[in-house]
């Protein structure tokens, strides 16, 4: 990774983990630069202004959600993709690591910071199509899937562990999965 490159991941790290700490209302050029260690120069010398850097933060998830999705197919050749794709977000949801806090930051100031994801998404959903008996079940585990990814990302989960898990496996049990 070179220098520049190193740079500009140290400033979205940062970001992350500011937005994660103090929300996403209070991330700011200069508490950004502070946090990864570099002046407010360097800061603005990878990313020009806030909206960039918010741009890069969720142009940085979307990259790391579709890497993640790439793996598990690729491991997996033989699984369908809806069955792949479930996986994979099971184990983002589970993995408890930061939050995508860029998500939030990037929503609060400017939604269009987010067609990155919706794009995203609509790949995703026009893979899972390509299956056209268990197309209906695949979407159904979309949108399951995504409102817990939403629930923990805003904070808000509403089931327990076993209720959790019991959705779990009827999605799991509908796509095909054992």
């Known amino acids: 990774m070179s220098p520049r490159e190193n740079s500009k991941q140290r400033i979205l790290e940062a970001a992350a983990q500011l937005a994660q700490r103090q929300g996403s209302a ?21 990313f020009p202004n806030k909206l960039a850097l918010l741009k890069a933060l969720v142009e940085q998830f979307v990259e790391k959600s579709s890497a993640a999705l790439d793996k598990h197919l690729h491991r997996h050749s033989s699984q369908p993709v ?5 996986r994979t977000a099971v184990e983002e ?15 609060s100031e400017d939604p269009d910071l987010l067609e990155p994801i919706k794009n995203f998404n609509r790949e995703l ?8 008996a268990g197309k209906a079940d695949a979407f159904i585990a979309f949108l399951a899937l995504e409102g817990l990814r939403a629930q923990r990302m805003f904070g808000v989960d509403a089931l327990s562990s076993e209720e959790r898990e019991l959705v779990l496996e009827r999605l799991k049990s509908m796509l095909g999965g054992s």
């Open 26 to 46: 209070h991330l700011s050029l200069d508490a950004v630069a502070a946090e990864a260690g570099v002046s407010k120069g360097g800061l603005l010398y990878n």
């Open 82 to 86: 809806a069955l792949e794709y479930f």
């Open 93 to 107: 949801i589970d993995r408890r690591s930061p939050l995508p806090s860029g998500i939030l930051a990037a929503l």
């Open 125 to 132: 959903l026009d893979r899972l199509s390509a299956d056209e």
